[in-house]
């Protein structure tokens, strides 16, 4: 690809800008990887631990491992990493189906939770938690922060857990950080102190020197084809915290007579292992492009969010498009300058578990991960193109260019 000098001088720029914020970001993934790599020593991680292991996997002690690095790393009393966890939904379903029975109530204060969370929680004859007579209710965010006042109110004997979620999902909103999240677990623990509190923490891990695990939460749950996986990890997901907590979710993944004692893995451990090591550097790769994408976006002129230097809760960046063929436009460049299927060109799609056709842009190594550069956008007004990822910054910077080619130039 020949860039145009416009297109190159206008990636120069934003970056040049942006000397400041990237020393920031290179601070936390320094202290983030000093964290992994102490678990990784502490738990004598050896290379017996990437052992494959099939049938039932009692004492599979890759697995039995690396949970107990996860729980190390978030914080956590203890944690379940599992490739038998099929994606960041199947993790949040598992942990609200294992900690939540009949007539519990769920709230969850972060207004409408992840879009395919919606039929689990309120599907009809589907299996849904209200299908088991589970009861939900839902505070809306104020300015986009946690209403915590109404929160308060609607908390009463039955809820028995509070829902937050991290990232901005698809709405037009920053992600909350840790310290928003810190705040609000302390009013709602001198509200009703038995209470359990979970995070979806998709998109959230390693943006912060800390997880929400570490002011109060009791679970936080995500996916290992985001942010854990280091965009090694083949699949998975995981759910970290309280013991308790983890035993019913355990309970559920299985079976509640076998919990964590089996599964096995016939591929091996490895690439979790890896993943894990390497994700503070991927993550941070991952925000260095989100900035440079947000502040090539927002100098020509469009709404972006957070704005450039604003604070970063998520590796997300959104940005506004005037038309329907803007964001088309824009996820087919991102499309192009992937490494995988660049010559497959995205259109909107109706996906299972989404209110509204969405178009994916993911010409990743994994499929669907969005670790790696990768933009999506329910396709209703008004037109926001979600864009996250990128294994490398350099990778990200390559795709701004193609990026601006074509909505400047039509290439
Ligand atoms: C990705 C994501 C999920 C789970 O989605 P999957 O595609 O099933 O992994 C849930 N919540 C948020 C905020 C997410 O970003």
């Given at each position: 690809?020949?860039?145009?000098e416009?297109?190159k001088?206008?990636?120069?720029?934003?970056?040049?800008?942006?000397?400041?914020?990237?020393?920031?970001?290179?601070?936390i993934?320094?202290?983030?990887?000093?964290?992994?790599?102490?678990?990784?020593?502490?738990?004598?991680?050896?290379?017996?631990?990437?052992?494959?292991?099939?049938?039932?996997?009692?004492?599979?002690?890759?697995?039995d491992t690396?949970?107990?690095?996860f729980?190390?790393?978030?914080?956590g009393?203890?944690?379940?990493?599992?490739?038998?966890?099929?994606?960041?939904?199947?993790?949040?379903?598992?942990a609200?189906?294992?900690?939540?029975?009949?007539?519990?109530e769920?709230?969850?204060?972060?207004?409408?939770?992840y879009?395919?969370?919606?039929?689990?929680i309120?599907?009809?004859?589907?299996?849904?938690?209200?299908?088991?007579?589970v009861?939900?209710?839902?505070?809306?965010?104020?300015?986009?922060?946690?209403?915590v006042?109404?929160?308060?109110?609607?908390?009463?004997?039955?809820?028995?857990?509070i829902?937050?979620?991290?990232?901005r999902?698809?709405?037009?909103r920053?992600a909350?950080t840790?310290?928003?999240?810190k705040?609000?677990?302390?009013?709602?623990?001198?509200?009703?102190?038995?209470?359990?509190?979970?995070?979806?923490?998709?998109?959230?891990?390693?943006?912060?020197?800390i997880?929400?695990?570490?002011?109060?939460?009791?679970l936080?749950?995500?996916?290992?084809?985001?942010?854990?996986?280091?965009?090694?990890?083949?699949?998975?997901g995981?759910?970290c915290g309280?013991?308790?907590f983890?035993?019913?979710?355990?309970?559920?993944?299985?079976?509640?007579?076998i919990?964590?004692?089996?599964?096995?893995?016939?591929?091996?451990?490895?690439?979790?292992?890896?993943?894990?090591f390497i994700?503070?550097?991927t993550?941070?790769q991952?925000?260095?492009?989100?900035?440079l994408?947000?502040?090539?976006f927002?100098?020509?002129?469009?709404?972006?969010?957070?704005?450039p230097?604003?604070?970063c809760?998520d590796?997300?960046?959104s940005?506004?498009?005037?038309?329907?063929?803007?964001?088309?436009?824009?996820?087919?460049?991102?499309?192009?300058?992937s490494p995988?299927?660049s010559?497959?060109?995205?259109?909107p799609?109706?996906?299972?578990?989404?209110?509204?056709?969405?178009?994916?842009?993911?010409?990743?190594?994994?499929?669907?991960?969005?670790?790696?550069?990768?933009?999506?956008?329910?396709?209703?007004?008004?037109?926001i193109?979600?864009?996250q990822g990128?294994l490398t910054?350099?990778?990200?910077?390559i795709?701004?260019?193609?990026?601006?080619?074509?909505?400047l130039?039509?290439?």
């Amino acid at each position: 690809m020949n860039f145009t000098e416009q297109t190159k001088q206008i990636i120069e720029n934003a970056q040049s800008k942006l000397a400041h914020a990237f020393e920031y970001v290179d601070d936390i993934a320094t202290y983030n990887q000093m964290k992994v790599l102490d678990a990784f020593r502490e738990n004598n991680v050896g290379l017996r631990h990437f052992s494959q292991t099939n049938g039932y996997g009692y004492d599979d002690i890759g697995r039995d491992t690396l949970c107990r690095l996860f729980a190390q790393i978030f914080g956590g009393e203890s944690a379940i990493v599992s490739p038998l966890i099929v994606s960041g939904t199947h993790a949040l379903s598992l942990a609200l189906y294992g900690v939540l029975r009949p007539n519990d109530e769920m709230i969850s204060i972060t207004g409408s939770p992840y879009d395919t969370l919606k039929e689990v929680i309120l599907g009809d004859g589907n299996g849904s938690l209200r299908d088991f007579g589970v009861k939900y209710q839902q505070v809306e965010l104020k300015n986009g922060k946690i209403d915590v006042e109404n929160t308060l109110k609607k908390i009463n004997e039955n809820t028995k857990l509070i829902f937050i979620g991290r990232s901005r999902g698809y709405e037009w909103r920053n992600a909350l950080t840790v310290d928003d999240i810190k705040v609000v677990i302390k009013e709602i623990r001198a509200c009703k102190a038995d209470i359990c509190i979970m995070v979806d923490n998709c998109y959230g891990e390693f943006i912060e020197k800390i997880e929400p695990t570490q002011v109060g939460a009791d679970l936080i749950v995500g996916s290992l084809i985001k942010n854990p996986g280091g965009g090694i990890a083949p699949t998975g997901g995981y759910i970290c915290g309280k013991s308790k907590f983890i035993d019913m979710v355990a309970g559920r993944l299985t079976a509640p007579s076998i919990g964590l004692e089996v599964g096995s893995y016939a591929y091996g451990y490895k690439d979790f292992y890896q993943g894990i090591f390497i994700a503070p550097h991927t993550v941070a790769q991952a925000i260095k492009g989100s900035m440079l994408i947000g502040q090539v976006f927002h100098d020509l002129g469009f709404e972006t969010m957070p704005l450039p230097g604003g604070k970063c809760g998520d590796i997300i960046r959104s940005i506004k498009f005037n038309t329907q063929a803007q964001l088309i436009d824009f996820c087919r460049a991102i499309q192009e300058a992937s490494p995988i299927d660049s010559n497959v060109v995205p259109y909107p799609w109706d996906m299972p578990g989404y209110e509204h056709q969405v178009i994916m842009a993911a010409g990743t190594f994994v499929a669907g991960a969005s670790i790696e550069l990768s933009a999506d956008s329910p396709i209703k007004e008004p037109y926001i193109a979600y864009v996250q990822g990128g294994l490398t910054y350099e990778h990200v910077k390559i795709a701004c260019m193609y990026c601006v080619e074509k909505l400047l130039f039509n290439k």
